[in-house]
Nanobody, 124 residues
């Protein structure tokens, strides 16, 4: 089993920045694709970014150029640096872990392991 714990959420004004962290533990001997998602009230879970075992990152159009995903494998921590935040970025943010070395796509079904989420609120 794999456990994922997000932190770093909070409230921020439009244009501000936040960095989310996700500590992963358990059966993590193999480096795999990991990703960040979010879900706003009344909306489906949305893919944001994912990173494979070699550190190659992939971004969805809604966050490209504003968000950066990184993985500190030595410390079992996945990050999401967010800048130029907008009110529409308000959501619960989740990290997720796949089982394969390479990222095959943004679908949530590609990721069997999920954290509990952390709330991000962007408001003036």
């Amino acid at each position: 089993q794999v456990q994922l714990v997000e932190s770093g959420g909070g409230s921020v004004q439009p244009g501000g920045s936040l960095t989310l962290s996700c500590v992963y533990s358990g059966d993590i001997r193999k480096s795999v694709c990991m990703g960040w998602f979010r879900q706003a009230p009344g909306r489906e879970r949305e893919a944001l970014a994912r990173i494979d075992k070699d550190g190659d990152a992939f971004y969805e159009r809604s966050v490209k150029g504003r968000f950066t995903i990184s993985n500190d494998a030595a410390n079992n921590t996945l990050y999401l640096q967010m800048s130029n935040l907008r009110p529409e970025d308000t959501a619960i943010y989740y990290c997720a872990r796949g089982t394969g070395s390479w990222c095959h796509g943004p679908a949530p079904e590609e990721f069997p392991y999920w954290g509990q989420g952390t709330q991000v609120t962007v408001s003036s």
